[in-house]
């Protein structure tokens, strides 16, 4: 039964950690469509800054200072926005330049939190043909099996002990 048990717990944790190298390229995808979107943003309120003869900085800094709550959250939201299109930026550069395994391990490391929950909520899984889908399902069956034996290591270790 522990070997079956085995045998279901590797696949499940396998097929899992397989997709890993699928759900960082459909996250990649997406990456670049939040980056195009951001900068389009942030072209307007350029514009927009320049228009009254402000730089971007000085824009945020008088729409934060202003005495109008809703300005002053607009404020705030076009410096989040902007910091955040400098980390999608970064991050796409990471991508670009990292190997398959390295892109799993850039996304794991600094996820964007609404590219990943929507990307979660599109995401389509893959059959890993990879090479790093295969060494990803490899190392999550790997990981099953090393949890099962641990735990049933232990449950031995406790009725070893309970019949002594």
Known sequence: MLRIFMVVTMLASGTLTS????????????????IDALEQVLADFKDDAETFGLTVPEAI??????????????????????????NLRSQKADFEAAGSFERILILLKSPDRDLTQATAED??????VTPAGLVSAGIGAAGGFLIIWFLSSILRMTRRRAVS
């Open 19 to 34: 997709q890993l190298p699928e759900f960082a390229q459909q996250y990649r995808q997406r990456l670049g469509g939040a």
């Open 61 to 86: 800094a008088r729409q934060k200072t202003s005495s109008d709550p809703f300005i002053q959250a607009r404020g705030v939201s076009m410096e989040t926005a902007d910091l955040r299109l400098t």
């Open 123 to 128: 995401y389509v899984p893959a059959i890993p």
